[in-house]
């Protein structure tokens, strides 16, 4: 539902930021998929860095993932160093 996105104007999003939350909070996505979603558009703003550290979680507890998993596999790690280098944005 095109209603349900914001309008490129709020926030000053660019085109490139909407088209990555749009592919990132997509409800077919599995952890896999918001994973390397976001490895692909790298680098990511801030929004949209916490938006995929959010679906992974949310994923994550929804079908019963082990934490482990997540926090095992590399592009987990790359999103938190990217959370880490660019703190002052959040």
Known sequence: DA???PPLRKKGRNERSVTIHRL???NENTVDDV??????????DADNL???IHK?????????A???AITEDPRWARL???VMENGTAF
């Open 3 to 5: 209603s349900f996105y």
């Open 24 to 26: 990132i909070v997509a």
């Open 35 to 44: 994973l390397r979603l976001a490895m692909e558009w790298m680098p990511l």
């Open 50 to 52: 916490a938006t995929a």
């Open 56 to 64: 992974v979680a949310k994923l994550r507890r929804n079908t019963g």
């Open 66 to 68: 082990r934490f482990e």
């Open 80 to 82: 938190i160093d990217e």
